[in-house]
Nanobody
Framework: QVQLVESGGGLVQAGGSLRLSCAAS????????MAWFRQTPGKERDFVAA????????YSADSVKGRFTISRDNAENTGYLQMNSLKPEDTAVYYC?????????????????WGQGTQVTVSS
């Protein structure tokens, strides 16, 4: 089992930045690919960005390309999502998730472990 805890969410004005963290425990973090998703009330959970176990490959949704950067520190068992130039439409609960090593996938069902989420609110 792997436990994931997200942090770093909060309230920020449009154009601002936040850095989300995802701390993993229980099993070797480097055994897994990692992704970030987000969800607003009444909507499906949407893919934001993913990174392979080694950090060698990343992939981001078109809606966040050029603004969000996913990264990881396997020595610290922690993943990150740096969010710049935030927009009100980025407001959501953000979740980190892990899957076994392999190719990057975007559907939520492809991920085995999930955190509880952290709220990000962007005011206009």
């Amino acid at each position: 089992q792997v436990q994931l805890v997200e942090s770093g969410g909060g309230l920020v004005q449009a154009g601002g930045s936040l850095r989300l963290s995802c701390a993993a425990s229980g099993r070797t973090f480097s055994s897994y690919d990692m992704a970030w998703f987000r969800q607003t009330p009444g909507k499906e959970r949407d893919f934001v960005a993913a990174i392979t176990w080694s950090g060698g490959m990343t992939y981001s949704a078109d809606s966040v390309k050029g603004r969000f950067t996913i990264s990881r520190d396997n020595a610290e068992n922690t993943g990150y999502l740096q969010m710049n130039s935030l927009k009100p439409e980025d407001t959501a609960v953000y979740y980190c998730a892990l899957k076994s090593r392999g190719i990057i996938v975007t559907p939520p069902r492809g991920y085995e472990y999930w955190g509880q989420g952290t709220q990000v609110t962007v005011s206009s």
